[in-house]
């Protein structure tokens, strides 16, 4: 059985965010796998339904397990403070211009553009959604190009200012998985809360109809778990 068999399988129970098939297999010489649903009420719908559930000739024994995380993280930072790196990084940002860009656009499309533009000796990173972070050589190469070239730059920006510890992300970049509905009937005014970017190339096949994948700009920064009653047609 090929893992993308038990993703179309149990996703009709639920949200699947990943599974896998171990090559090796148990004590007792019989094949198993995983599956991980998204939340608790899911998984006991998996192992309730598909429980004895025959497929291939073999009968699938469900068992439930729960994973669980073990923070560290305050165990591992307790202790001296160290100091001068904030100051070393705040001393960086300072040749550093954050930009607001009017549309989403590819980070490797966006810098060969601003190349042939003639806008040289920075990096360019993205931040977060359509913001993105130019990083210069120096303070002075900054101010260069925002005092003499400024305007080329207003070609892809909605708003361009120096960094500030004041600088808030007003948006996101993230990947949707939406289950149960196809993808056209997805529009402006039945999801209203991103802009689309891209949907993958399995969303677009018929099998996606059970689970697709789209790519959105979001200025939701909580957990986006809904869901939505579609009429279509009568």
């Not at 490797?108 to 959604?129: H, P, Q, T, Y």
Request: proline residues 1%; hydrophobic residues 45%.
């Amino acid at each position: 059985m090929h893992w993308r068999w038990l993703q179309q399988l149990f996703g009709y129970h639920g949200r699947v965010m990943d599974e896998f098939i171990p090559k090796k297999r148990g004590a007792a010489g019989r094949r198993f796998g995983f599956v991980r649903y998204g939340n608790i009420r899911d998984a006991r719908r998996g192992i309730e339904r598909l429980d004895d559930f025959m497929m291939m000739n073999q009968r699938l024994d469900m068992k439930g397990i729960t994973m669980v995380k073990i923070k560290m993280m305050n165990k591992v930072f307790k202790g001296k403070r160290v100091h001068g790196v904030i100051d070393d990084k705040r001393h960086s940002l300072q040749r550093c211009l954050v930009g607001w860009c009017k549309n989403f656009i590819k980070i490797e499309d966006l810098a060969m553009k601003m190349s042939e533009a003639g806008l040289v000796g920075f990096s360019i990173v993205r931040i977060s959604g359509t913001i993105v972070l130019m990083v210069f050589e120096s303070e002075e190469k900054m101010k260069e190009v925002v005092l003499e070239q400024g305007k080329i730059l207003d070609e892809w920006f909605l708003k361009k200012q120096v960094w500030t510890d004041s600088i808030k992300m007003e948006n996101r970049r993230v990947w949707l998985s939406r289950y149960g509905v196809p993808f056209h009937v997805w529009n402006i005014l039945t999801f209203q809360m991103a802009e689309f970017i891209f949907i993958n190339e399995e969303t677009q096949e018929p099998i996606s109809f059970m689970r697709g994948n789209i790519q959105l700009i979001t200025d939701c920064f909580n957990g986006i778990d809904e869901v939505i009653d579609l009429q279509v047609g009568n």
